[in-house]
Nanobody, 130 residues
Framework: EVHLVESGGGLVQAGESLRLSCAASGFTFDDYSIAWFRQAPGKEREGVSCIRGRDGSTYYADSAKGRFTISGDNAKNTVYLQIHSLKPEDTAVYYC???????????????????????WGQGTQVTVSS
């Protein structure tokens, strides 16, 4: 059974950095893609970034380019999302998700895309104060 647990969220001030973690279990990391999503109050869920376990390729939504970095540690079955220069508009619940379809994410026509992800974590709250 796929199991994902996010951690690392919290209350931070604008301009600070944060690293979110997604600990994964129940599947072979190399065969999956892991993505980060976020959902702000009153807004739709937004895909932020994705990493393909097969080759470590990384992909970012336009809103995440420049300040977000996704990385993976296959030995620890953990994916990280580093966020720099946090802004109040980054306030959201951040979720990680996993899927074994390949490719589950990437760029198409220069834009970030992702297919429906089948397994989700419970989310971690990030609140950025101004």
């Amino acid at each position: 059974e796929v199991h994902l647990v996010e951690s690392g969220g919290g209350l931070v001030q604008a301009g600070e950095s944060l690293r979110l973690s997604c600990a994964a279990s129940g599947f072979t990391f190399d065969d999956y893609s892991i993505a980060w999503f976020r959902q702000a109050p009153g807004k739709e869920r937004e895909g932020v970034s994705c990493i393909r376990g097969r080759d470590g390729s990384t992909y970012y939504a336009d809103s995440a380019k420049g300040r977000f970095t996704i990385s993976g540690d296959n030995a620890k079955n953990t994916v990280y999302l580093q966020i720099h220069s946090l802004k109040p508009e980054d306030t959201a619940v951040y979720y990680c998700a996993a899927d074994g379809n390949h490719p589950a994410c990437g760029y198409y026509g220069g834009r970030y895309y992702y297919l429906p992800f089948g397994s989700w974590g419970q989310g971690t709250q990030v609140t950025v104060s101004s």
